[in-house]
């Protein structure tokens, strides 16, 4: 039996394919279910609001080396979780 359970525990063992499997099968007789919906956009690594590489600041954090570029970068990582 195809459980939320059932695959979150698949998950926790590292079995993500078979979890994947399982959400998918839940979904396709419970299109609401937003448990299986959310899990299934983790596992496959679909995320709605990635907006690709800030590339100007990917290069800030590889040359960064004083304590004060750090603090700069930390404060923008602090401003993208609002």
Same mark, same amino acid.
């Given at each position: 039996?195809? %459980?939320? %359970? *059932? $695959? #979150? /525990?698949?998950?926790? #063992?590292?079995? =993500?394919?078979? $979890? *994947?499997? +399982?959400? #998918?099968? +839940?979904? =396709? =007789?419970?299109?609401?279910?937003? @448990?299986?919906?959310?899990?299934?956009?983790?596992?496959?690594? +679909?995320?709605?609001? &990635?907006?690709?590489?800030?590339?100007?600041?990917?290069?800030? &954090? /590889? %040359?960064? #080396? %004083?304590?004060?570029? &750090?603090?700069? &970068?930390?404060?923008? *990582?602090?401003? *993208? @979780?609002?």
């Amino acid at each position: 039996m195809h %459980t939320v %359970t *059932l $695959a #979150q /525990i698949y998950e926790m #063992q590292g079995l =993500k394919e078979d $979890a *994947l499997h +399982i959400y #998918q099968e +839940i979904l =396709k =007789k419970e299109p609401d279910n937003h @448990e299986a919906r959310v899990a299934i956009r983790r596992l496959s690594g +679909i995320h709605r609001h &990635f907006s690709g590489v800030n590339e100007a600041m990917k290069k800030f &954090f /590889i %040359t960064m #080396q %004083t304590e004060e570029e &750090f603090a700069q &970068f930390e404060q923008w *990582l602090a401003g *993208l @979780e609002g």
